[in-house]
């Protein structure tokens, strides 16, 4: 199987590049983000095929970076997979929250 492309977001750093490594060493190409305007910027520019999304962002949350992905006219043709996760800062949500 061909790797995807892969958006991180991620604000901690060591996280977000011990991430990006393991998915290279996997065969994906990887771009990463380490707030949520910069990555509405790689999404809108290079459609990626799946998007990590951290949900406690500073600025925009995650919840609101994905919704913001998903709407955007280039992106909204497929859904994008995300995983998200709760970091211990941000807005609490339901689990049941989607995140797209």
């Known amino acids: 199987m061909q790797g995807r492309f892969i958006l991180i977001v991620e604000d901690n750093a060591d996280a977000r590049d011990a991430l990006r490594m393991l998915l290279e060493l996997d065969g994906h190409r990887v771009e990463t983000a380490g707030e949520g305007l910069e990555a509405l910027e790689i999404a809108r520019g290079k459609d990626p095929d799946i998007a990590l999304i951290d949900i406690g962002l500073p600025g925009i949350d995650g919840y609101e970076v994905a919704r913001r992905i998903r709407a955007c006219g280039r992106c ?25």
């Open 76 to 100: 909204s043709s497929r859904s994008p997979a995300t995983v998200s996760r709760r970091t211990g800062s941000g807005p609490r949500r339901p689990a049941s929250t989607p995140c797209w």
